[in-house]
């Protein structure tokens, strides 16, 4: 079955400052979704990307997929607080399959 | 739209109880899926269904049933709880598997004593 490596486990950083997640497949990707969640909150649909190279952004949040490594990045500018909370990835390996996700990672954002 | 609906959002269990949590959606979604999230263990799928009468196990079916008599509803069924069902659960949906983002209900944490 798929795996989903997210790294790291956990971020602090100073508000204002830029900061990368990532998740990595075991398998070849068929899509692969980011999704946030606040602390006792259902998942928030961020963005999904289905094509190697492919990059989407949304306000100060920016994510890449990298096709051959199998792998997607998430690129958070500038962070501020609201951004804190657990970031997983999902993916899926085929049209048909279904969706599996990652560990998640928790970040938090110091004011 | 009210979206995923949960409920209830807050449980208690004694071991052995049964009990079926409830999700429903207003979207007209094909598939819809069960999930729980452990401390650690990310999201993990148990159920899933792609249509009204149609349902598949996930990752982690043991000790749950589900059922899809209509496409708005979805519930999961604790045959017998067991403490290693302690869990916070969320239903999601989509209108299909194929690169369509899937909606999360607001979760039901569920404690079994």
């Known amino acids: 079955s798929q795996e989903l490596e997210q790294s790291p486990q956990s971020l602090i950083v100073q508000e204002g400052k830029n900061l990368t997640i990532n998740c990595t497949s075991s398998k070849t990707l068929y899509g692969l979704y980011w999704y946030k969640q606040k602390y006792g909150e259902g998942l928030i649909f961020l963005m999904m990307l289905q094509k190697g190279g492919e990059e989407k952004s949304h306000e100060k949040i920016t994510a890449k997929l990298d096709e051959k490594k199998q792998q997607s990045s998430l690129h958070i500018t500038a962070s501020q607080p609201s951004h804190a909370g657990i970031y997983l990835c999902g993916a899926t390996t085929g049209a048909n399959s279904k969706l599996t996700f990652g560990k998640g990672i928790t970040l938090s954002v110091r004011p | 739209n009210a979206g995923v609906t949960q409920t209830p959002k807050f449980q208690v269990l004694k071991t052995g109880q049964s009990m079926t949590l409830q999700c429903a959606q207003d979207?007209?979604?094909?598939?819809m899926s069960w999930y729980r999230q452990d401390p650690g263990m990310g999201l993990r799928l148990i159920h899933y269904s792609v249509g009204a009468g149609i349902t598949d196990q996930g990752e982690v079916p043991n000790g749950y049933n589900v059922s899809r008599s209509t496409t708005e509803d979805f519930p999961l069924r604790l045959l017998s709880a067991a403490p290693s069902q302690t869990s916070v659960y969320f239903c999601a949906s989509s209108y299909g598997l194929k690169h369509y983002e899937q909606y999360f209900g607001p979760g039901t944490r569920l404690t079994v004593t």
């Open positions: 979207m007209n979604h094909e598939y």
